[in-house]
């Protein structure tokens, strides 16, 4: 069974920077990574993903060249550094897991969910 447990947000200033992580268990080391954001009475949506040996990485246009995926299948982690925050990166982040070589942007791609980590960029 894949567990995610998503650490690491938390209230920033607008500019600020913050490192999320994802703590995996079970079989992820051959898995898709992802990482989504959600805001109350809006859909999921993507943000970053990486593929099971970090070869490839994707990112929503909307967090590119401000953020970082990577992964560190040995500690079986998962991050997201994000830099240069604005208001609008406020949400809850999930971190999502998949089997597959290839890179997923949809949330019903994704096989395993954490329970989310809030972070909430202020003005």
């Known amino acids: 069974q894949v567990q995610l447990v998503e650490s690491g947000g938390g209230l920033v200033q607008a500019g600020g920077s913050l490192r999320l992580s994802c703590a995996t268990s079970g079989r992820t080391f051959t898995s898709t990574m992802g990482w989504f954001r959600q805001n109350p009475g809006k859909e999921r949506e993507f943000v970053a993903a990486?593929?099971?040996?970090?070869?490839?990485?994707g990112y929503a246009d909307s967090v590119r060249g401000r953020c970082t995926i990577s992964r560190d299948n040995a500690k079986s982690t998962v991050y997201l550094q994000m830099n240069s925050l604005k208001p609008e990166d406020t949400a809850l982040y999930y971190c999502?897991?998949?089997?597959?070589?290839?890179?997923?942007?949809?949330?019903?791609?994704?096989?395993?969910w954490g329970q989310g980590t809030q972070v909430t960029v202020s003005s």
């Open positions: 990486i593929s099971w040996n970090s070869g490839r990485t």
């Open positions: 999502a897991a998949r089997s597959g070589r290839d890179l997923y942007i949809l949330p019903r791609n994704y096989d395993y």
